[in-house]
């Protein structure tokens, strides 16, 4: 736990005054009488008052839809089983398209190449004439409609015109192989697939259509192909079964007012998928409104969100990050999407971005600023960044001098939000709280309205101490079900078998005194040697602070009847792993986390095997090094690293 003892950041009087959540605490204090003082106040009434916190919100937000009954949680001892809102009925692209004026709905930068923009206006048109289009292909209510895109406006379009016919929506983005895509879209058989011609990544640009030549082949559901064109006005699409070009897919259709289907608050709206690494993807379906009030409570109350806000998030759409980036047209926000490489063509595009296009809230991985804070690069001295309130980071836990890095070399007047949730419930348990300091290396705050806890091995809540985390109570956004999972075994397997009715979400970590979170890795990924649970971050936080070390993988081998720790580290160009840089390492993690944590081998790789979404696969390489096949290569992003870490004869002594 961090012990800095004055945060690094603190929100102005004026800045508390206006917040939404100050706003949300008034709000309730009126309407329901609820008494409240403070965040913290504010936080311990959400969970013990489940049903007020849920409708108070619906309320707040202006959630475009019929409510229904007065039953807000039905079967609320169960979980999974229990139902928020049973009885109401909203569409979620309805909610997104509320705002139908000139003002930007929608800016896109993709890299260096492409700029265009949408109003909410045109964004309301194009997605009405996508809807018409779906409709003559038969598309209604349950049927599946996948992407194979790039962040580009075309998917949302794709996206809202899907939800607005009740359809469910699916995507990966444009850099997964064949069999990547098969293994997430042929389980769930889509009725219609759209997909990019090709993209940029690194000033270059990619044709996709072998590939979609190669899924359609085995994706016999597929009625209609759309292909986007992206980097060619005219694609050659003649030899793609039934396919037809974006624009003559909606050409034959004028704008007009949409008629969204209103469906059960817990219908589904989107299929996501688990990494899978260890196995076929497993298929998490997330409900229309759960995902629509949950992320309303992110933006609004967590990220202060407000209408005319320009909202960034660098993510593709293969990322649950993506799915939380575009619900920002719900409160109003404008969207600011980019697609490619975020150092193309320089580290600062980003940057110029902000600038360029008056960003708010500026999100990313923590990967991305450790990369920044390794290149030297200083935004703070060559950017503005006046406009730019709050900057989140997923993906990775930011380690402490990721946050120093933030307000020395970024912005010093800034929202540093940390977060943490993931696929499984399209959202976060620990994320930013507007009115409150940030500590050093500490997540801000639990989310709202979610009954997140720690337990130790005894099963028994901790504060100060790492443990698993849970969730005791339930939420609107956990997963309605698993696809092609008819008795929820697989579901209540994933979150449900370490606790009874209780949700363990697999993550190792520590609830501070503050109130904070702070997250020591995957807890399938903790080492235990001599019996003492590490968590990897622990370590990483050690060995990436030093410039010779670009990024590191730890894994921990059995070994004479024990666990050691075996740590593999990327080392920056020019630098070899030599004794005095082992020494220098294994000093750093003996000092900054324990004895204990210093790893027995240390070896240099030249490439870490990662995700498509950016995170390392600790487990995989366990797996390599011991031996045991890796079930789901086409999971990752760069499966070729595998074959650094296998039969390494300095694992054999």
């Avoid at 949300?24 to 969970?47: C, H, Q």
């Avoid at 870490?608 to 096949?629: D, F």
Wanted: charged share 25%; hydrophobic share 40%; net charge negative.
């Amino acid at each position: 736990m961090t012990t800095d003892s004055t945060p690094l950041w603190q929100p102005s009087a004026e800045r508390i005054a206006n917040a939404n959540i100050t706003r949300f605490i008034d709000f309730v204090n009126r309407d329901r009488g609820a008494g409240l003082t403070d965040f913290d106040s504010l936080y311990d009434w959400s969970v013990t008052e489940l049903e007020s916190f849920w409708d108070a919100l619906w309320d707040f937000s202006g959630i475009v839809g019929d409510k229904g009954s007065d039953v807000i949680l039905k079967d609320g001892d169960k979980m999974p089983g229990a139902a928020f809102f049973p009885d109401a009925k909203v569409n979620f692209a309805e909610n997104l398209l509320r705002r139908r004026d000139d003002a930007d709905a929608i800016v896109f930068w993709g890299e260096d190449k492409v700029k265009r923009r949408l109003s909410f206006a045109q964004l309301y048109d194009e997605v009405s004439k996508f809807v018409q289009a779906l409709k003559a292909e038969g598309v209604g209510p349950g049927d599946r409609v996948a992407a194979f895109m790039p962040n580009m406006p075309e998917t949302i379009i794709a996206m809202a015109a899907t939800a607005s016919l009740g359809a469910v929506w699916s995507s990966c983005s444009p850099d997964f192989g064949i069999r990547g895509v098969l293994d997430r879209f042929g389980q769930i058989e889509p009725k219609v697939f759209v997909a990019v011609e090709g993209y940029y990544y690194g000033g270059k640009a990619f044709d996709t259509l072998d590939k979609v030549e190669g899924i359609l082949a085995e994706l016999p559901s597929v009625k209609k192909t759309v292909i986007v064109p992206y980097t060619r006005e005219e694609p050659p699409i003649g030899a793609l079964k039934n396919a037809v070009s974006y624009g003559d897919f909606t050409g034959a259709f004028q704008p007009g007012d949409i008629d969204f289907v209103r469906m059960g608050f817990n219908e589904p709206l989107y299929i996501m998928f688990s990494s899978g690494t260890t196995g076929v993807p497993k298929c998490i379906v997330h409900g229309i409104g759960g995902t629509l009030i949950q992320h309303l409570k992110e933006h609004q109350l967590h990220s202060d969100v407000k209408k005319d806000d320009r909202v960034f998030y660098f993510t593709t759409c293969g990322w649950m990050m993506w799915n939380w980036l575009v619900s920002g047209l719900a409160s109003e926000a404008t969207l600011l999407l980019y697609d490619g490489n975020p150092f193309y063509p320089s580290a600062n595009i980003l940057f110029d971005y902000a600038d360029a296009e008056k960003m708010t809230l500026f999100g990313t991985s923590a990967k991305y600023i450790d990369a920044l804070n390794k290149a030297g690069v200083t935004p703070k001295e060559t950017h503005d960044l006046s406009t730019v309130r709050a900057m989140t980071s997923t993906g990775s836990p930011l380690v402490p001098e990721g946050f120093d890095y933030v307000y020395a070399s970024i912005k010093s007047d800034l929202q540093l939000s940390s977060i943490s949730g993931g696929t499984d419930i399209v959202s976060c348990f620990v994320l930013g709280n507007p009115v409150g300091p940030v500590w050093r290396g500490e997540i801000q705050t639990r989310g709202l309205g979610l009954a997140v806890n720690v337990f130790d091995d005894d099963g028994k809540p901790v504060v100060g101490e790492k443990g698993e985390l849970v969730c005791t109570r339930p939420f609107p956004c956990m997963p309605i079900m698993f696809w092609n999972d008819p008795d929820g075994s697989k579901y209540k397997g994933a979150y449900f078998e370490s606790y009874d009715n209780i949700w363990c979400h697999g993550d190792y970590v520590e609830l501070t005194p503050r109130g904070g979170m702070v997250i020591y890795g995957r807890s399938d990924a903790v080492l235990n040697p001599g019996g003492v649970r590490i968590g990897t971050a622990e370590i990483y936080r050690q060995v990436e602070k030093l410039p010779e070390v670009l990024e590191g993988l730890v894994i921990g081998q059995d070994w004479d009847d024990d666990v050691r720790v075996v740590l593999f580290v990327r080392l920056a160009e020019g630098v070899t792993l030599d004794d005095a840089l082992v020494k220098k390492i294994k000093d750093s993690v003996r000092k900054g986390a324990s004895p204990r944590h210093v790893p027995a081998k240390i070896l240099a790789v030249a490439d870490i095997p990662r995700t498509k979404s950016g995170k390392i696969v600790e487990l995989a390489v366990r797996n390599v090094v011991h031996g045991r096949p890796v079930k789901n290569v086409e999971a990752l992003a760069n499966p070729e690293a595998l074959k650094l870490y296998d039969g390494l004869a300095e694992l054999s002594a």
